[in-house]
């Protein structure tokens, strides 16, 4: 099973609703579609998401609360919420209605136990005549494996599956060899319990919505409800401690443990083990055992008592309102470092409840790790002055930890990336350039000119539209070489939870392809580098003619293109401006394969707010430098989202026309991380990968065909 995957990206620079018309006409790849079921707003979320449950004095849960009346505490730190929704429990057009899940667990249980267990739950799901107001699945945990019956709402037919014991064993799809999920009785019963739980809860982490789990089972030093100790080949404590509390938690999964047969006087000792583990050293089986679970996950432990079904139908209860809220995590020092967690409520007669706790990863911040040095172009070259001569190799590494706080333009790349300097440091030089291309020049590269009165700013605008309008238009069909050079970052704790695998970026792989702008619409051949099966990917188009309708459209509709300042080109003066739209009147979208939610395949899809910035020939109006930046959300699985596009003269047929010549595109996205215990696994935020494509064209050429008619020559005979 892999740890770690990654799926294909894809840039898109959806500016208006042509550019969406013309960018959707060439969709990635097939390989990597994905389901996106709406687009929405780009809006604040974090990375943890907990289910909150508020309930009154008599345990009945409460609605109609708002953010304002909650507190999260994260290791006593009030903590910042995120996002806050609420849900009445029985679904609607965006939140499935909680499901019950009710599991009896006869595992090594006297036959009289095991009999009371199911008659427990056939007489509540009778009740009412059999009228549930939740969807139910049943599992049956004996000792021959896991088995099912098919999910449903009726609970007369429910009941009579489960008294016939026509159950279907349910089969996993890898690791275990026998045909029980369980490997029989191999394990110890406790054990097994825990394999089962972990394997339906693996299953329903790939299902929306809120779930309660009721757990019907013995109770202390009876079958499951044993101490689970460790056998040889069993996994870490520590490792099957801190995944099951992720696993519940993504799963959004509360645990009820309900006990018959509850007589050992060390029944309660498991309220000793509620607290999360702080060190590996001391972690134990029974850190997760049922009751600790229970508790852990926001669920209840319901002690053996006169009335079984009655205490079902209370915890069912809490499948009424409930609310959602998110945030994100205080640093971690180190892996799996557990942070406690408390959700208090401003009223005092109400009680919140929810997962106490989890384990905070390094990588769930948004900052790079290891974080970059950050220099400005006067200290790089003072650097460069100081290293010259010096080995290649140590060069390279202290440019490889910069970043840069200014762009670095291609003059001035072209002024430092002298022959003195080897090819691994020239390389390092070419990153930290394309990676500042969202950046603002120095000050000195600023001109101190005079800005242009209104109605010089005015006429430059009138020369741009004239130009977006009319002269790319006629461009002449063609094709160029198109050289793409991928760069990509491998984060720390991608494998072995240690900086020892961390790159920063590097190239990945090098592609030359012929690109053809025809009638308006850009056509790439396909011969593409071959790739891995998910491997990252970044792919950009749309280069030629349709990122630049935006600005079009903000000319001709007067929608804020204001003067930014004059800058040095490569060619004399550059007029720049500026444009910027929020999210609430986006028609850009960002697009992320994919999401660890549901079977992975799910995109990440939003419409986010942006800015522009565009460099005009102030002579003609024409477009020489482009550049977009999507002001994300700094929680959306996507933390950047750039595209710089350079663009000058190029003498094609015997005449000059203003096509691309350079665009670096930059974005940053969390990967995604499979986590696997008891062969059964599920997906979770992983790090940030930052991924850059820096893409040349040259070779331009007129894309046509000609033909000559000659006269005078008589058809040959036959």
């Not at 190239?507 to 702008?517: F, G, L, P």
Request: hydrophobic share 35%; charged share 25%.
């Amino acid at each position: 099973m892999k740890k770690y995957t990654f799926t294909g990206l894809a840039l898109f620079l959806c500016v208006s609703r042509l550019a969406v018309a013309q960018l959707e006409m060439q969709p990635p790849p097939d390989n990597r579609a994905t389901t996106v079921t709406s687009v929405m707003m780009d809006m604040p979320e974090g990375v943890i998401k907990l289910d909150v449950l508020v309930t009154d004095a008599t345990g009945n849960p409460i609605s109609g609360l708002s953010a304002d009346d909650f507190g999260l505490l994260e290791n006593g730190h009030l903590q910042n919420v995120l996002s806050f929704r609420a849900f009445d429990g029985r679904g609607g057009s965006t939140e499935p209605p909680v499901k019950i899940i009710i599991l009896i667990d006869t595992v090594a249980l006297p036959e009289s136990l095991a009999r009371e267990e199911r008659l427990a739950v056939t007489s509540y799901l009778r009740r009412n005549g059999g009228r549930l107001e939740h969807p139910f699945s049943v599992f049956w945990l004996a000792d021959s494996g896991l088995w099912t019956v098919a999910p449903s709402e009726d609970g007369n037919v429910l009941a009579r599956e489960i008294e016939r014991s026509n159950f279907t064993l349910v089969r996993h799809n890898a690791g275990w060899q026998s045909s029980s999920p369980l490997q029989g009785l191999k394990d110890s019963p406790s054990e097994s319990a825990l394999k089962a739980l972990g394997l339906i809860a693996c299953d329903e982490r790939k299902k929306p919505g809120r779930k309660l789990l009721l757990w019907v089972g013995p109770g202390w030093g009876v079958g499951s409800g044993g101490y689970a100790e460790k056998v040889q080949g069993s996994p870490p404590p520590f490792n099957t401690v801190w995944w099951f509390s992720a696993l519940l938690r993504e799963a959004h999964l509360a645990l009820y443990s309900f006990t018959v047969g509850e007589t050992d006087p060390h029944a309660q000792l498991y309220k000793a083990y509620l607290a999360g583990v702080s060190e590996p050293r001391k972690a134990s089986f029974m850190n997760v055992y049922r009751k600790v679970l229970a508790v852990q996950s926001g669920g209840r432990v319901v002690d053996d008592g006169f009335d079984l079904v009655g205490e079902i139908e209370s915890c069912i209860r809490d499948a009424g309102p409930f609310y959602r809220i998110s945030f994100d995590p205080l640093a971690a020092d180190h892996p799996n470092e557990y942070h406690d967690l408390k959700v208090v409520v401003k009223r005092q007669e109400l009680t919140a409840r929810t997962n106490t706790g989890y384990y905070d990863q390094p990588y769930y911040s948004i900052d790079p790790i290891p974080p970059p040095r950050r220099v400005s172009i006067e200290q790089l070259e003072q650097l460069l002055a100081a290293a010259r001569g010096g080995p290649d190799e140590e060069l390279a590494k202290q440019l490889s930890e910069l970043a840069l706080t200014e762009r670095l333009s291609e003059q001035r790349l072209s002024q430092l990336d002298g022959e003195e300097y080897g090819k691994r440091s020239r390389s390092e030089l070419r990153i930290l350039a394309d990676s500042s291309a969202d950046l603002d020049p120095p000050a000195n590269e600023i001109l101190t000119d005079a800005p242009p009165d209104a109605k010089t700013q005015q006429h430059l605008l009138s020369l741009t539209s004239a130009y977006l309008d009319t002269t790319i238009h006629k461009l002449p069909d063609l094709s160029a070489s198109r050289t793409t050079v991928r760069y990509q970052e491998t984060p720390m704790y991608l494998e072995a939870g240690t900086s020892e695998n961390y790159q920063p970026l590097h190239v990945t792989d090098r592609s030359t392809t012929i690109v053809r702008y025809r009638h308006g619409y850009e056509i790439a051949e396909t011969n593409l580098p071959k790739r891995k099966l998910n491997d990252p990917e970044l792919i950009t188009y749309g280069i030629f003619g349709p990122v630049l309708k935006g600005i079009f459209d903000a000319i001709e509709i007067d929608e804020g293109l204001t003067w930014s300042h004059w800058e040095q080109g490569a060619h004399g003066r550059v007029a720049v401006f500026q444009y910027s739209i929020s999210s609430g009147k986006s028609l850009h979208q960002v697009w992320l394969c994919c999401l660890p939610d549901g079977d992975g395949k799910q995109a990440f899809l939003r419409y986010a707010g942006f800015h522009e910035e565009i460099g005009v020939d102030p002579e003609s109006g024409a477009i020489l430098r482009f550049r977009l930046h999507a002001d994300l959300k700094s929680t959306t699985p996507i933390a950047r989202s750039e595209i710089m596009i350079d663009y000058g003269p190029v003498e094609i047929g015997g005449r000059t026309y203003i096509c691309p010549q350079r665009s670096i595109s930059i974005m940053r996205a969390r990967s995604v991380r499979v986590l696997s215990n008891f062969d059964d696994a599920f997906m979770a935020y992983g790090p940030y990968v930052t991924m850059l494509n820096d893409i040349s064209f040259d070779h331009y050429h007129i894309f046509r065909s000609e033909a000559h008619v000659l006269t005078g020559i008589a058809p040959s005979e036959r």
